[in-house]
T-cell receptor, first 115, second 109 residues
Framework: DVKVTQSSRYLVKRTGEKVFLECVQD?????MFWYRQDPGLGLRLIYF???????EKGDIPEGYSVSREKKERFSLILESASTNQTSMYLC??????????????FGPGTRLLVL | GQNIDQPTEMTATEGAIVQINCTYQ??????LFWYQQHAGEAPTFLSY??LDGLEEKGRFSSFLSRSKGYSYLLLKELQMKDSASYLC??????????WGAGTKLIIKP
C-alpha cells in the first residue's frame, strides 16, 4: 500500500513565524503535491513537483514555497505565517501518466492554526 | 471548485440507495474521479471514469456522460460508515486535477 506521511497532524503557530510542513512517501512516486482545504471550497493546489529539485506553482502559491531535495520528500514552507493561512494542508503523491494513473494518494493532513 | 457543481449536503437512510450528482465544464476534459473523505481525514480514491457509461465496484458505482458534462456516484445498501464527503474531481487538458467542494452525505439509522 502507498503510504504518505506528514510530519504533524496539528500545529499552532504565531503570525510571522516561519513554518515547515514535511511530507514523505514510500512508493517511489515522481509526482508530489501540496493542497490546502477550507470549508466550502474544493482542494486548492499550492505547489507541485514532478521530479527532484523541480517545482511548479499551483493555483495559490502566494505566501508559500516548497523544497524537493529528495524524491520521497516534499516540504511546504510558509515564510511568514499569517492568519489567513489557517487551514488543513494535504500532501499527495502519484505516478506520472494519464488517466487513472493520475490517482493521488494523500497523507493524513496537517491542521494549522495561525494565531 | 472551478466549474464543478455538486450538492453541498445530502441525507439518506441506512440500507437505502443514494445518488450524488456532479456537473462539470466539458472543455478540456480528460477524465473524472470520485474520492471519499471522512471528517478530519484525507481523501481516498473511489473511482475513475473516462468513457461514457457505468462503472460498478461493489456497493459503489460511478456514471459518466461526457457530452452532458455529467457524472454521478451511486451508493447502494448504505451503511453508517458511508457518512462522509464525496468529492467530484475533473482531470483537465493538462492532466491537472480540479476538485469540487464535495457533497457531505449524512446517513441516518
Amino acid at each position: 500500500d502507498v503510504k504518505v506521511t506528514q510530519s504533524s497532524r496539528y500545529l499552532v503557530k504565531r503570525t510571522g513565524e516561519k513554518v515547515f510542513l514535511e511530507c514523505v512517501q514510500d512508493m517511489d512516486h515522481e509526482n508530489m503535491f501540496w493542497y490546502r482545504q477550507d470549508p466550502g471550497l474544493g482542494l486548492r493546489l499550492i505547489y507541485f513537483s514532478y521530479d527532484v529539485k523541480m517545482k511548479e506553482k499551483g493555483d495559490i502559491p502566494e505566501g508559500y514555497s516548497v523544497s524537493r531535495e529528495k524524491k520521497e520528500r516534499f516540504s511546504l514552507i510558509l515564510e511568514s505565517a499569517s492568519t489567513n493561512q489557517t487551514s488543513m494542508y494535504l500532501c499527495a503523491s502519484s505516478t506520472p501518466g494519464t488517466g487513472s494513473q493520475e490517482t493521488q494518494y494523500f497523507g493524513p493532513g496537517t491542521r494549522l492554526l495561525v494565531l | 471548485g472551478q466549474n464543478i457543481d455538486q450538492p453541498t449536503e445530502m441525507t439518506a437512510t441506512e440500507g437505502a440507495i443514494v445518488q450524488i450528482n456532479c456537473t462539470y465544464q466539458t472543455s478540456g476534459f480528460n477524465g473524472l474521479f470520485w474520492y471519499q473523505q471522512h471528517a478530519g481525514e484525507a481523501p481516498t480514491f473511489l473511482s475513475y471514469n473516462v468513457l461514457d457509461g457505468l462503472e460498478e465496484k461493489g456497493r459503489f458505482s460511478s456514471f459518466l456522460s461526457r457530452s452532458k458534462g455529467y457524472s454521478y456516484l451511486l451508493l447502494k445498501e448504505l451503511q453508517m460508515k458511508d457518512s462522509a464527503s464525496y468529492l467530484c474531481v475533473r482531470v483537465d487538458s493538462n492532466y491537472q486535477l480540479i476538485w469540487g467542494a464535495g457533497t457531505k452525505l449524512i446517513i441516518k439509522p
